[in-house]
């Protein structure tokens, strides 16, 4: 019996079906046994593992592939054998294309066994069927002019299988650039990014290029994923493996910036298994494709079983592996080119970043500019270009960059230019611009910013002229990521030189800060040499002393005349203002600094002027912004040049809110386009009120580089402001303007200083304070000790003679705020300020109002009330007389010595401030002099001097407790606690226990 073994290969690759045929020799018969198995065409190919074994009566066979295994036993009885034969790979018959490796014949003990644990199996799944072989390379800047440095024959690489492999890929992070390391002008249609080749032929199995308009993945065709603006100068992760076994190939790109991968794939397709050469290149390749140009991170090529990546899933934790490279951090750099010195055209010097600025993401010009031509003058002359073209290759707009931003003055516009590379493959506008009129502002200094955000793909134009601003984005424009960045200012060697100066140049570029939202409103609060070297630059004025600002116009003089000028304040920079405020506290008093008998139709609070010689309203800007106080109202005046109106007032009317209170005054313009406007506010401090008035489409013209603000001052028929002027400020510029009276109150006023205090401390001057019979006048004065008090009283005790009867008017104490030049009995208003007079059986308490201010002789000097003298003539008697300012209430109260007492309340009455104060008591020099006795008299003074419960503190003897304590007392049954009785001889006192004391009454 003889057993040929017909295919006996412990590994095979490549072959469609398997014949495994024992040979059975049976009473000389013999019988043949045939088993196939189905190869699946993407396995044919690969490395498969065959074993077959006889043991006694059973046979077996096992077939593995990479992903798969197939096995059968069966019976069947084999002759004894003397000869053996083995054929590998061919015999007579039959010839096998492909290769063999680790093949072993066995005999004997041992031959039968586990398919798997035999030695051949081990080694070869080991070696033919490796796990991922990966090699990754160092991050590097590739150049698109030079052979790459990622050229790699991976089959030479130690411990390397590439023979039979059926799964590779390669990946990386890319940055793509037109302009670095080496500047692309002119882009091919295909540049190479990375390919992986089984063969030393130029055409590669499997490569990624950069297209038009797309990455191009390539296996045998090509597939394409779009980038459109995502390409120059961002980050973007490609990977691109094949799996034989599930015969398709994937391509993966994640766009950083936008956050989005996509996926391309062949599917189906079929390549053949690596073979023993592998491969893997990046960029230029051999001089004759162009190559990739940029930054290459995290490069990887991976071959052998767990390569490939099919899903986004896998993808996505693959990438988890490899972060987002972190660039290098470039901060933000600002250059002065220019300082505050003017400089011309002649002077001006290129400023060039080179290789300071690659990859900024942003980059700005902007400074002042003035243009000193003839305005006929109708060419093109270059302020600004900034460019990423070198000088070789600059032109005017022919060559993406040359126009990277620019501004260019020709005739009355400013054109402000720039570009976009668009989808960089497709037709496109490649430069864009925009025009704005400079109409009357040609020839003015004007602030000029022009800037680019990458990270927006915007790019921003503003203009900043005395009473407006202009600004505006070209958007979707996106500009290569730099390496070269120059800045021509002026000249350019293309266009008309600038006729013309310029101050306070800047270059900046960076990650941050060069670039702002030109297209917002109030943007020029946050531009860069804005402030404070802008056109309607802020400047304020005041008095720099505490102890100086309160401040009283008199003598014909102003409170405060002060010229605005750049000689007089440097840097105040007025060249062009046209936005201003002006704003003091004021107190009222007609009584201060001098006794004002009669209010004048008007008195001027303040004047601010443009002009250096100026009349009351002759020419415009004779009242810039002027206030003062006219009949019943708060005036308001301005001016329209349009118009050619020097006196357009409006008022605010205060009715008796004039005197006394510390009112705030401001009043403000601003040249607003549309509607220049003048806003007046009246603060009326006691009552928490804002009034507000409004003057529209009042046209000024611009104030420059002189103001003047005189406070106060009697001229021009208007009388000089009556009483106390606090903190005068003026403001110009932006900000002055104040819109809203939440605006005054809230972040205005809290600017000022805190108007003085009123007189609130409660004083008790001594008028007669020991018990004594009057024999002559006491008078007493004070003058400004208690100017702008708000509370005053008098009190004291007297008794008359009571052995004369009263038949005269007899004056026991008039208190006057007026002067003795002035004071009369009650002819003038506050000749009686408080008064207490006798006549006939009456007490008389008289006072004074002084009725409405713009009404002359309306004031009433002698407003009474008497009280009876009850037949205590005779006898002390307690007398207390106030006024409260902020009550607008006078109260007489009067206690006779039984307790029996009066009052009254007058109501309405309107007293002035007093600046000054005296005290006659007993003789004025209108009435009889009192006869009699007085005891512990007072002026009160401030917080508290006025109430409505007086209580004297000590009589000058025991008085009597009111009648119906006694008879209370008396039913109880009981003493008197802590009271007092008044009899004609005896006085009854309890204290705690009964003790019966006699003492003489006190007549």
């Known amino acids: 019996m003889s057993l040929i073994l017909e295919k006996l290969l412990m590994d095979i690759m490549c072959f469609p079906y398997i014949k495994l045929i024992p040979l059975i020799e049976n009473l000389d018969k013999f019988s043949n046994i045939v088993e196939s198995v189905k190869i699946n065409q993407e396995s044919q190919q690969l490395w498969t593992y065959v074993y077959f074994g006889y043991n006694n009566e059973d046979l077996q066979f096992y077939i593995e592939w990479p992903d798969s295994s197939g096995t059968k036993q069966f019976k069947g009885w084999h002759i004894v054998a003397k000869y053996w034969a083995l054929y590998l790979g061919q015999d007579s018959k039959y010839t096998f294309q492909g290769k063999t490796a680790y093949s072993n014949l066995r005999f004997g003990k041992g031959s039968w066994g586990i398919q798997t644990e035999f030695e051949e199996y081990k080694i070869g799944k080991s070696k033919l069927w490796p796990g991922v072989q990966m090699k990754t390379y160092d991050s590097k800047w590739i150049t698109h002019t030079e052979e790459s440095e990622y050229d790699s024959l991976l089959h030479e690489e130690s411990e390397w299988v590439t023979d039979g492999i059926y799964e590779y890929g390669f990946g990386m992070w890319t940055k793509f650039f037109i302009t670095n390391p080496s500047r692309i002008y002119e882009k091919p249609d295909r540049i190479l990014i990375a390919r992986l080749g089984f063969s030393d032929s130029d055409q590669a199995e499997f490569a990624v290029y950069i297209g038009r308009g797309d990455y191009e993945f390539w296996a045998g065709s090509m597939r394409p994923v779009q980038y459109a603006k995502n390409l120059d100068g961002y980050w973007n992760y490609i990977y691109f493996s094949y799996s034989k076994l599930q015969q398709i190939a994937v391509g993966y790109v994640n766009f950083l910036k936008q956050l989005q991968i996509q996926r391309t794939k062949f599917d189906p397709f079929d390549a053949d298994p690596a073979n023993n050469y592998a491969r893997f290149y990046v960029g230029n390749w051999k001089n004759n494709q162009f190559g990739f140009n940029g930054r290459m991170v995290s490069a990887v090529v991976r071959m052998g079983r767990g390569s490939f990546i099919n899903e986004i899933e896998e993808f996505q934790t693959w990438m988890e592996l490899y972060k987002v490279p972190v660039d290098d951090e470039l901060g933000t750099k600002d250059h002065e080119i220019q300082g505050a010195e003017n400089k011309d055209t002649e002077t001006y010097e290129t400023f060039i970043y080179e290789h300071e600025a690659i990859e900024t993401e942003q980059y700005s010009v902007y400074g002042w500019f003035k243009y000193c031509g003839d305005l006929s003058n109708s060419d093109a002359q270059t302020i600004i270009r900034l460019t990423n073209n070198e000088v070789d290759h600059l032109s005017d707009a022919s060559i993406l960059g040359d126009r990277t931003i620019t501004a260019i003055q020709q005739g009355g516009n400013m054109i402000f230019g720039t570009y976009d590379i668009g989808f960089i493959d497709k037709d496109y506008e490649v430069n864009r611009q925009t025009e704005v009129e400079l109409g009357e502002y040609r020839g003015i200094w004007m602030y000029i910013w022009v800037g680019y955000s990458r990270f927006d793909q915007q790019t921003g134009w503003f203009l900043g002229f005395p009473d407006i601003s202009k600004g505006g984005v070209i958007k979707k424009t996106m500009h290569f990521s730099p390496k070269y960045l120059a800045v021509y200012l002026g000249k350019d060697g293309i266009n008309k030189k600038f006729i013309g100066k310029s101050r306070h140049v800047h270059a900046c570029y960076g990650t941050t800060q060069c670039w702002y939202f030109v297209n917002k409103v109030e943007t ?142 401001y009043f403000c313009y601003k040249r607003i386009p549309t509607n220049p406007k003048a806003i007046g506010y009246v603060f009326l401090s006691n009552v928490n009120v804002v009034k507000r008035i409004e003057i529209d489409n009042a046209k000024h013209w611009l104030l420059r580089n002189y103001a003047r603000l005189v406070v106060g001052k009697k001229e021009f028929g208007h009388s000089a402001f009556q009483g106390k002027l606090f903190d005068p400020r003026v403001f110009l510029g932006k900000g002055s303007y104040i819109e809203t009276s939440e605006d005054l109150i809230n972040n205005l006023i809290p600017k000022f200083r805190a108007y003085p205090p009123y007189k609130e401390k409660q004083d008790n001057e001594p008028v007669q304070v020991e018990k004594a019979k009057i024999t002559e006048r006491v008078f007493k004065s004070y003058e400004e000790k208690y100017s702008g008090v708000f509370e005053y009283s008098v009190y004291g005790f007297a008794k008359g003679n009571k052995l004369r009867n009263i038949t005269e008017w007899t004056t026991l104490v008039r208190v006057t705020q007026n002067t003795p030049d002035i004071q009369k009995d009650n002819e003038n208003a506050g000749d009686r300020t408080l008064t207490i007079f006798a006549d006939k059986g009456k007490w008389i308490y008289s006072t004074y109002d002084y009725g409405d201010l713009e009404v002359v002789d309306d004031d009433d000097g002698s407003i009474i009330h008497e009280f009876d003298m009850n037949k205590q003539w005779g006898k002390w008697t307690y007398f207390y007389f106030a006024y409260s300012f902020k009550l607008k209430q006078a109260y007489a109260y009067i206690r006779f010595i039984d307790q029996s007492e009066n009052s009254f309340l007058f109501e309405d009455i309107y007293h002035f401030v007093p600046h000054y104060l005296s005290v006659f008591f007993a003789e004025d020099g209108y009435g009889k002099m009192f006869d009699g006795e007085a005891f512990d008299w007072y002026l009160g003074i401030g917080d508290g001097a006025f109430t409505t419960t007086p209580n004297p503190k000590q009589w000058p003897v025991d008085p009597a407790p009111p009648p119906d304590r006694i008879l209370s007392a008396l039913l109880a049954n009981q003493g008197f606690n802590s009271g007092r009785i008044v009899k004609s001889q005896t006085f009854l006192q309890l204290d705690e226990t009964v003790n019966l004391v006699e003492i003489k009454q006190e007549e």
């Open 524 to 665: 020029e609060e946050s531009l860069p040499a804005w402030i404070p070297y802008k056109l309607n630059n802020q400047f304020e004025f005041f008095i720099q002393k505490d102890d100086d600002a309160l401040i009283v116009a008199q003598n014909d003089n102003a409170a405060i005349d002060v010229e605005i000028t750049e000689s007089n304040y440097p840097g105040s920079d007025i060249e062009a203002i046209f936005e201003y405020g002006i704003g003091i506290w004021t107190r009222w008093l007609m009584n201060y600094p001098f006794f004002l008998l009669e209010k004048a139709d008007s008195h001027s609070i303040f004047r601010f002027t443009t002009n250096a010689q100026y009349e009351d309203a002759e020419q415009n800007g004779d009242r810039t912004v002027s206030a003062f106080v006219g009949r019943g109202e708060y005036k308001f005046s301005t001016y329209d040049a349009v118009l050619n109106k020097n006196d357009i007032s409006t008022g605010s009317k205060f009715d008796k809110e004039l005197e006394g209170y510390w009112n705030f005054i």
